[in-house]
């Protein structure tokens, strides 16, 4: 007997399940990789030479795509893809909520003589219409006027995407409206990878670079996430229509002893792990690392980078994959950015360069950053803009989700800083007093045992706590969120660094052309630029309530929530900055701004109306019939002849709470009643100040009744059982 709780640990305890699907000692994951992409290879081998040639350049320098090459491609791509039995090809795209879109088209088309053909034309390649009036669009589009199309990115290569009953082509697109504004999150990625290229090549311009004809920006993320058992899952509603838990009482146990971090992956996590990187390695995706996270049942997975385009859409794919075989494996996984409360939260820091496509990275310092003038003139860049647009860069990070994780104990604060490590900011405090003369050497570490190798040590030590972080080669962005597109955190970065870099290859520009030698053009100018985005630059523990004081002190925004953020994106200085570059223009960023703060009025309807339901569905039910038992007994002891003195406490203590539930629920339920006027900005700030303070009442109460009803009554999976059970 037992509830459906007890079934659920009942069936957790007993069921199989079958962790042998893969076999790599049969068959190595080198072998696996890319053998479902239509990549360089492929393309070499079935595409007549010219067309491929023309395709590389467009993919490799960015050269204008040749709509010539559409119909060959096409007719390549179709071969190779029914080879792979595929029956429908799909315009994959990245909608403005959500993660990517699809919709399917069959290639078998009937003939006249009643028979049928697989087709697939180069029109059909280049351009879809999906009928995708409703997908937000933030007011770009009326629904009588609703053609949005789908264009093909040559950039991102096609794919195969298996299913039980065959396979489908993918083709990754932007999608745009009929007037050409971006209603994805694509197009602007490759709007801003554009902007930044044009000005980075400016700069290598003038460093003498003649062979490089492209500059990348590079993103590797790493994703953190939750595997927790599917039957458990489902008896969460929260879980299922939130993706977080809005009740749960603290563990005994939580992650106070730091097992967790790095430990032993349990074997049924492996089995999905491996699986699940398998499926990537077929699909391209360049998998390196995977770990135990901070958190009980945390885990991360992390890829080699690839420029940012491909990095972004391969991260969807690392989402979508983690997602489908977490599921055939009993699991669910989780990637909201702060399932469960008390316990770490979950992010994906976006590790972030820039690259010649001869893949020189413009990061790298080399041993001695000092006498690296184009390292110095990059990274400067780099400062200058983080400097410059922090509030940009924490509007691409805002949302419900990410509220809970941001400046709560195990992510950064919501003030933006750049931390550049002992060596770094060394070298830039010389830069700003004129000219770096030395850098600090790393020099060995001295273990203590002699038959242990001598590690060459870093220069600087790492720090955890900094939002946007030097770590070696790379900057490291990692107030981002775990569910969230990386697109629109690297179209952002992107872009106010080619800011940085337009001003800097101008005044370089400047410089040379009045007669100065380049050396001492960029002498002159880092100094000014430096000492100016000082403010940002912040070594110390991000975490600290000093810091906090200190970023007041130096005028650094703090903007907590989101709704503080959200008008950024539609700030004078923001529509001016984009509309320069060509990455948005104003009714674009316009269409942003309705539909994050859309977003943000939908997820906390959505978790008011969840709580409400397990309030009174769940947890009073559960909280009633313990008070019942209690209260049978007070009568039961009486007439034995003993006073019930305990019995009386423990009815009080639960009819409090329950009372207090009972309040929560109405003043919750009386809040949403209310229907604010006005826009989409102004409802978000209503629910930001009418809703969201009332869930802490509620949760305290419905977490104090778990603490005390009795076990056989209470329905709803405890954060013990979710995050310990497997
Ligand atoms: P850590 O965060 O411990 O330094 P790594 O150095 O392995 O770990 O890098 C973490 C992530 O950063 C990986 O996804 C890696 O591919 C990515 N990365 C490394 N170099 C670059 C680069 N030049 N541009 C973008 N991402 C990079
Ligand atoms: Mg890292």
Redesign the pocket.
């Known amino acids: 007997m037992g509830n459906l709780r007890h079934e659920a640990i009942r069936s957790i305890a007993t069921s199989k399940h079958p962790l042998n699907k893969l076999d790599f000692r049969k068959i190595h994951a080198k072998d696996l990789f890319g053998v479902n992409v239509f990549n360089e290879e492929v393309q070499r081998q079935r595409l007549p030479k010219p067309i491929f040639k023309a395709l590389q350049r467009t993919i490799k320098h960015g050269a204008p795509l040749d709509p010539l090459i559409a119909d060959a491609v096409a007719s390549a791509m179709k071969d190779w893809a029914l080879e792979q039995g595929a029956t429908h090809y799909t315009h994959l795209f990245q909608p403005l909520t959500g993660i990517t879109a699809e919709k399917h088209d069959s290639f078998v088309a009937p003939t006249d003589t009643g028979g049928a053909i697989a087709e697939f034309s180069g029109k059909e390649l280049i351009k879809g219409e999906p009928d995708a009036s409703s997908f937000p669009s933030g007011g770009l589009r009326a629904t009588f006027e609703a053609r949005g199309y789908t264009a093909w990115d040559p950039t991102s290569p096609s794919y195969i995407a298996e299913h039980p009953n065959g396979s489908t082509l993918v083709i990754p697109t932007a999608f745009l409206s009929w007037t050409g504004e971006a209603l994805d999150q694509k197009t602007p990625l490759l709007r801003s990878m554009e902007a930044l290229s044009t000005q980075a090549m400016r700069i290598l311009k003038l460093f003498g670079n003649n062979s490089a004809v492209k500059v990348f920006t590079?993103?590797?993320?790493?994703q953190e996430y939750f595997l927790i058992d599917k039957s458990f899952y489902y008896l969460r509603p929260d879980l299922i229509h939130c993706g977080r838990t809005l009740f749960g009482a603290k563990p005994p146990k939580g992650q106070e002893l730091e097992d967790q971090y790095f430990g032993t992956i349990p074997e049924r996590v492996l089995a999905c792990m491996a699986d699940a990187e398998a499926e990537l390695f077929k699909l391209g995706v360049p998998v390196?690392?995977r770990h135990n996270e901070v958190a009980p049942s945390q885990y991360e997975i992390?890829?080699?980078?690839e420029n940012s385009n491909l990095a972004t859409d391969h991260q969807n794919l690392v989402m979508e994959v983690l997602r489908k075989t977490a599921d055939e494996y009993g699991l669910v996984c989780l990637l909201h950015e702060k399932p469960f409360a008390g316990i770490n939260g979950s992010g994906k820091?976006n590790?972030?360069?820039m690259?010649t496509d001869n893949g020189e990275?413009l990061?790298e310092p080399g041993n001695t950053p000092h006498d690296n003038a184009q390292f110095l003139v990059f990274c400067t860049a780099v400062i200058r803009a983080v400097a410059k647009y922090p509030e940009l860069l924490r509007l691409t990070v805002a949302s419900a989700h990410n509220d809970h994780r941001l400046g709560a104990n195990e992510a950064p604060p919501a003030i933006i800083s750049i931390f550049l490590g002992d060596m770094l900011a060394d070298v830039f405090d010389q830069v700003e007093k004129g000219g770096a003369k030395s850098s600090r050497s790393g020099g060995h570490f001295e273990t203590g045992v002699s038959t242990l190798p001598k590690l060459p040590k870093d220069a600087g030590d790492r720090n955890r706590t900094s939002p946007f972080a030097f770590?070696?080669?790379?900057f490291?962005f990692r107030a981002v969120g775990s569910s969230q597109n990386v697109a629109w955190p690297n179209t952002v970065l992107n872009t106010i660094v080619a800011e940085s870099l337009d001003f800097i290859a101008t005044e370089l520009e400047k410089g040379v052309k009045s007669g100065k030698e380049f050396n001492a053009a960029i002498q002159e100018l880092l100094p000014g630029i430096v000492k100016e985005g000082r403010k940002v630059l912040f070594n110390g523990d991000g975490y600290s309530e000093d810091w906090h004081k200190e970023a007041e002190k130096r005028g650094l925004p703090n903007l907590k929530s989101t709704t503080d953020v959200l008008p950024v994106a539609v700030r004078k200085d923001t529509l001016e900055l984009f509309a320069k570059y060509k990455v948005f223009t104003e009714k674009e960023l316009q269409s942003r701004f309705n539909i994050l703060s859309e977003a943000y009025v939908k997820t906390v309807d959505i978790e008011a109306k969840t709580a409400l339901l397990m309030a009174q569905q769940h947890i009073l039910p559960a909280a009633l019939k313990h008070q019942k038992a209690v209260a049978e007994s007070i009568a039961a002891v009486k007439a034995a002849g003993v006073d019930p003195g305990a019995q009386l406490d423990l009815l009080k203590s639960v009819s409090s709470l329950i009372s207090d539930l009972q309040k929560g629920i109405v003043a919750l339920t009386k809040a949403l009643e209310h229907h604010a006027d006005g826009t989409p900005y102004d409802h978000a700030k209503a629910a930001k100040v009418k809703i969201i303070p009332l869930f802490a009442a509620l949760r305290s109460a419905g977490d104090a009744l778990e603490s005390i009803v009795a076990d056989e009554f209470w329905t709803l999976p405890t954060y013990r059982e979710m995050l310990f059970l497997k």
């Open positions: 590079t993103v590797g993320p790493e390196k690392t992390a890829p080699i980078f820091h590790n972030w360069s690259a990275n990061l770590t070696g080669n790379k490291e």
